[in-house]
T-cell receptor, first 111, second 115 residues
Framework: AQRVTQPEKLLSVFKGAPVELKCNYS??????LFWYVQYSRQRLQLLLR??SRESIKGFTADLNKGETSFHLKKPFAQEEDSAMYYC?????????????FGSGTQLTVLP | ETGVTQSPTHLIKTRGQQVTLRCSSQ?????VSWYQQALGQGPQFIFQ???????GRGNFPPRFSGLQFPNYSSELNVNALELDDSALYLC??????????????FGPGTRLTVL
């Protein structure tokens, strides 16, 4: 079974402060992990995927297989980063690749 | 390239009724997945279709069924609606090649309320 855990439902930081959104996963195979973001009144959209090893909007995430974690980090938070963030794991279900989501973390960046 | 669209935006039904939700995938994407997102929760996988065949299913009963058509449109049907079916229903499409294979692009969702 695959599972994604985001331990913080709510997270508030001040503008310019570092931010880390935690994500832990459970999966028996080789995981593919993603961070999706949902800004207010917008659809769910891909922020980044671990396989690309890219930085989007200043966010990075490193897959740590030993700790089964994929935490999202940004050194200096901006007010426009306020949104709901979901960590997701892509795993196999039958012939399908399904996404298993965590319950999300609502990030609020205070002025 | 157009994005994923869903209709209707909102829907209200009563317990026991049947509902059909519609999705139009991103052009060129042969895979569509449906998710249920209850309030305060992350999306939960219902099933996936590839080239008009169901190829994977989450932990949902058979009264949740789907169809996919050759023109990149698809449907989610729910029979015998229950109060707990009230949720946001999301569809997501993904492609066959390279980066697009595992990246799912989401529609805006249909908010279903069952009274």
């Amino acid at each position: 079974a695959q599972r994604v855990t985001q331990p913080e439902k709510l997270l508030s930081v001040f503008k310019g402060a570092p931010v880390e959104l935690k994500c832990n996963y459970s999966y028996s195979g080789s995981p593919e992990l993603f961070w999706y973001v949902q800004y207010s009144r917008q659809r769910l959209q891909l922020l980044l995927r671990h396989i690309s090893r890219e930085s989007i909007k200043g966010f990075t995430a490193d897959l740590n297989k030993g700790e089964t974690s994929f935490h999202l980090k940004k050194p200096f938070a901006q007010e426009e980063d306020s949104a709901m963030y979901y960590c997701a794991l892509s795993g196999v279900s039958g012939s399908a690749r399904q996404l298993t989501f965590g319950s999300g973390t609502q990030l609020t960046v205070l002025p | 390239e157009t994005g994923v669209t869903q209709s209707p935006t909102h829907l209200i039904k009563t317990r026991g009724q049947q509902v059909t939700l519609r999705c139009s995938s991103q052009s060129g994407h042969n895979t569509v997945s449906w998710y249920q997102q209850a309030l305060g929760q992350g999306p939960q996988f219902i099933f996936q279709y590839y080239r008009e065949e169901e190829n994977g299913r989450g932990n949902f009963p058979p009264r949740f069924s789907g169809l996919q058509f050759p023109n990149y449109s698809s449907e989610l049907n729910v029979n015998a609606l229950e109060l707990d079916d009230s949720a946001l229903y999301l569809c997501a499409s993904s492609g066959d090649r390279g980066f697009d294979t595992d990246t799912q692009y989401f529609g805006p969702g249909t908010r279903l309320t069952v009274l």
